[in-house]
């Protein structure tokens, strides 16, 4: 079981915005840790899509947003694309458990 | 360009070890930590544990603590994750990642390696 929690399947249609929550607590995202997201295409390796809360690496779309709100975050998808759909992971840092934390992932299907 | 190249899959039966590498290039070595992270079938991701491959820090999750070991070779430029004692639920794709300069919170994965899966069987 994941220390943050994001729900198990996202969809939308072709162009429209899709919404992934990404929930922990006061040890982790609630004590002020930044929050990263990655996507990852099934049989391959993550990729960073957003770090430092709402960071884009270079080659990341600006339709591709993230915010953070106490003892939770949200990645948002802008324009959805047939090429967005993938697994969708957030991760953080717990005080308490003294490691790196990710939730369980999101899968995003576009209808 | 970075990479990172890990060793092919592994096939284990329960109770053994197994030793996975991870080869990096396009960057000086010595300036990233390196972290291990796996996921198991159908599951989410899971951090392992990380080491500076300057020498110095190595701290393991404690879930493995015990059980595993991260070393290094900075003569190849390549760190290599131990895993004894294997059971079913090691069974997993394994990650490297290269984090930051230092070992901090903030830390996010900017590279990952292709992954290795290891299967163990009982």
């Known amino acids: 079981q994941s220390v943050l929690t994001q729900p198990p399947s996202v969809s939308g249609a072709p162009g429209q915005k899709v919404t992934i929550s990404c929930t922990g607590n006061s040890f982790n995202i609630g004590a002020g840790y930044d929050v990263h997201w990655y996507q990852q295409f099934p049989g391959t390796a993550p990729r960073l899509l957003i770090y430092g809360d709402n960071n884009r690496p270079v080659g990341v779309p600006d339709r591709l947003s993230a915010s953070k709100s106490g003892t939770s975050a949200s990645l948002a998808i802008s324009g959805l694309q047939a090429e967005d759909e993938a697994d969708y992971h957030c991760q953080s840092y717990d005080r308490s458990l003294n490691r790196y934390v990710f939730g369980g992932g999101t899968r995003v299907t576009v209808l | 360009q970075v990479h990172l190249v890990q060793s092919g899959a592994e096939v284990r039966e329960s109770g053994a070890s197994v030793k996975i590498s991870c080869k990096a290039s396009?960057?000086?070595?010595?300036?990233?930590?390196m972290h291990w992270i796996r996921q198991a079938p159908g599951q989410g991701l899971e951090w392992m544990g990380i080491?500076?491959?300057?020498?110095?820090?190595?701290n393991y999750a404690p879930k493995f603590q015990g059980r595993v070991t991260m070393t290094r070779d900075s003569a190849t430029n390549t760190v290599y994750m131990a895993l004894d004692s294997l059971t079913s639920e090691d069974t997993a794709v394994y990650f490297c990642?290269?984090?930051?300069?230092?070992?901090?919170?903030?830390?996010?994965?900017?590279?990952w390696g292709q992954g290795t899966l290891v299967t163990v069987s009982s």
């Open positions: 396009g960057y000086t070595f010595s300036d990233y930590y």
């Open positions: 080491i500076n491959p300057s020498g110095g820090t190595i």
């Open positions: 990642a290269r984090g930051l300069a230092a070992y901090v919170p903030s830390t996010y994965f900017s590279y």
